[in-house]
Each structure stands twice: as C-alpha cells, then as structure tokens.
C-alpha cells in the first residue's frame, strides 16, 4: 500500500461508497459519478492503483460497480466515475439481501470471544463451502451471469466461480474482523484469499476444498497453506 494511504480509513470511504451506490444513476452505457473530494485523497498514479484495486478486489460490498476510473482536481483525487452493473434499485436490494445472508453465515463467529481466529477462519470457510456450488454449468455454456464473479452471487445465490468464492470469504471474513486480501494467478485462470492468522498470511481456497469443486466432500487441503 502507497504511505499515502497507510492512515487511510478505508471503512469510512466503504460505507459512503455505499450508500452513495444506492442513490446515483447509473447503467452500463451512462456513466455514473460519485464525489469523493471530500477524503482528501492524493492524487498520484501509485494511489490511483491502490484505489482501484482496493474498489475491486478489497471490498466485495461495492460490487454495483463496474468499468472505473478516477478522477482529480489540483492535488487530490475528487471523483469515481463507472458504469454500472446494476440500477441503484437493484443494488440497494440485493446489498440488504447479501448483509441479512452474510449475518446468518456469520452467526456464533462474530464477536465471539472463545475462539481463536483461525478457528473463527476454519468455521467461515466450511460453512461457505457447504452453502453454495460451483456453477459448472454456467461456466461451460459461456453463461455465466455478473453475479457469478461477486460476494452477493455467493452469498445469496448460492453459486458462482472462485472469483464470486473469493469476495464472498474476504467479506465474511470482514465481519469478524480478520484481515483477507483477494489473491489471482492469470497462469491458473484462478482467485483465492491471503488470510493473516497472527499478522502471518496464509493461502486459503475455499473454491477447491468445496465438495461441489474438485472432491466429493468438504477438504481442508487449501486451508491455511503457507
């Protein structure tokens, strides 16, 4: 992460996101705007990176969004403007759907000061493996829908590919205040989570250890890999 943006308080810029996501217009061809001049974010092409890929792939909760860019004025970053995978309708609906899933699966882990965090990691990752699939079939016919590659897929669709996989655990594993960030390898066409257990980071791939993926049951053989 740039120094810029090491005291950055990325909650405060996730939660205006989306509540800005549930009332600006938008579609996939009209260009949708937010203001952000208000975070003071400085404006170089390290930051702009970082900003980008932490809307992308660091905050499953933002997944209304779609192409992006960034705008600025003077010496800070002032504007995100994209097109939209979803109406503000649509979104304000299914982010509601996806938080009343994400508490359910989160239920008996969140604040509970008897388990450990790789406990805590090892329950999320079971029960997310075992509440949805992999959609197989979508993904040989070509078909697969937006919501395929999202938290709100997984979560509350119950299907999806690793990408999906991969947003929906580092989001559960947000709740409970475990650090995760997305991982990919363009050479493995694949994306999975680096969860940090004590400030170590470990692999984690819920994709492979779900039994509808590679086995037949639950596996634990992507958990916790150095």
Known sequence: MPIDLRNFNFDEFNDYLVEQLKVVDGTDSTLATIDISKFNIPKSDAVKTALQEHIWYNSPELFRIGSLGIGSSGNIFTSIYFYSYYTKEE???????????????????????????????????????LHCSYDYENLQNGSLPRSARNAYGIIVLKTGVCMGYALAYDYLLEQVGIKTLYCSSDALNHAWNIVYIDNTPYHVDVTWDDPSSENSVLQHTYFNVT
């Open 91 to 129: 979104y304000a609906e299914m982010h509601t759907q996806m938080i009343r899933e994400a508490e359910k699966l989160v239920t008996g882990v969140k604040g509970n000061s008897m388990l450990t965090d790789v406990e805590k990691a090892l329950i999320l990752h079971d029960r997310l493996a």
